[in-house]
């Protein structure tokens, strides 16, 4: 079942997300729910607040792996870069957001085994970025006060429910498929296009 993403202004994105205690049949439903709401959305990373759920669960498909995230929490992180960032809950708007360059987190998966992985680029971001939405913050959060200012005005269109306008046309299918192309690296570090998460 594909789930409607809440936007900026929404309580549920703002409020602190409870851990998940039992792994049973509504959780692994409430996953496949997430990965097809995020997929629709073309996003990379969904955390279950953005659909209005407030526990700790995040999913992340990078380069075509997809990860389930129970109960995660970053061990360790370093390093520090600055890449555009975009997010679901957001839609249009993208900013430059600074974050550790490298993490190691660990999180429980959908067979209750505990796991750690160690991560970079986009893969570090997308963590950081969705650990953050099952604390009820949002990247707006983590740009400077007097650049929040100066997008007040779309801040407010979001709030409204509106979509920004993107220059880069992210609703255009070939034009999202020829971004991944271009990424030969394996490894995408949001050049033009950011990838939502
Ligand atoms: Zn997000």
């Given at each position: 079942m594909i789930h409607r993403i809440l936007h900026l202004g929404e309580e549920a994105l703002r409020r602190d997300s409870e851990p998940i205690t039992a792994i049973d049949d509504k959780l692994r439903v409430l996953v496949v729910d997430m990965f097809e709401t995020m997929h629709k959305a073309r996003g990379v990373g969904l955390a279950a607040p953005q659909i209005g759920i407030n526990k700790r669960l995040m999913i992340i498909d990078v380069d075509e792996h997809p990860l389930v995230f129970i109960n995660p929490e970053i061990i360790r992180k370093s390093g520090k870069e600055t890449c555009e960032e975009g997010c679901l809950s957001l839609p249009g708007l993208r900013e430059n957001v600074s974050r550790a360059t490298k993490v190691l987190a660990n999180a429980i998966d959908l067979d209750g085994k505990s796991f750690e992985i160690e991560a970079e680029g986009l893969l570090a971001r997308a963590i950081q970025h969705e650990i953050d939405h099952l604390d009820g913050v949002l990247f707006i959060d983590r740009i400077s006060k007097a650049r929040r200012i100066q997008i007040k005005r779309d801040l407010e269109r979001l709030e409204a429910g509106e979509t920004l306008e993107s220059p880069?046309?992210?609703?255009?299918p070939d034009e999202a498929a020829s971004d991944n192309e271009a990424?030969?690296?394996?490894?995408?570090?949001?050049?033009?296009t950011p990838a939502l998460i």
């Amino acid at each position: 079942m594909i789930h409607r993403i809440l936007h900026l202004g929404e309580e549920a994105l703002r409020r602190d997300s409870e851990p998940i205690t039992a792994i049973d049949d509504k959780l692994r439903v409430l996953v496949v729910d997430m990965f097809e709401t995020m997929h629709k959305a073309r996003g990379v990373g969904l955390a279950a607040p953005q659909i209005g759920i407030n526990k700790r669960l995040m999913i992340i498909d990078v380069d075509e792996h997809p990860l389930v995230f129970i109960n995660p929490e970053i061990i360790r992180k370093s390093g520090k870069e600055t890449c555009e960032e975009g997010c679901l809950s957001l839609p249009g708007l993208r900013e430059n957001v600074s974050r550790a360059t490298k993490v190691l987190a660990n999180a429980i998966d959908l067979d209750g085994k505990s796991f750690e992985i160690e991560a970079e680029g986009l893969l570090a971001r997308a963590i950081q970025h969705e650990i953050d939405h099952l604390d009820g913050v949002l990247f707006i959060d983590r740009i400077s006060k007097a650049r929040r200012i100066q997008i007040k005005r779309d801040l407010e269109r979001l709030e409204a429910g509106e979509t920004l306008e993107s220059p880069d046309a992210e609703d255009d299918p070939d034009e999202a498929a020829s971004d991944n192309e271009a990424n030969t690296s394996g490894q995408h570090t949001g050049a033009s296009t950011p990838a939502l998460i």
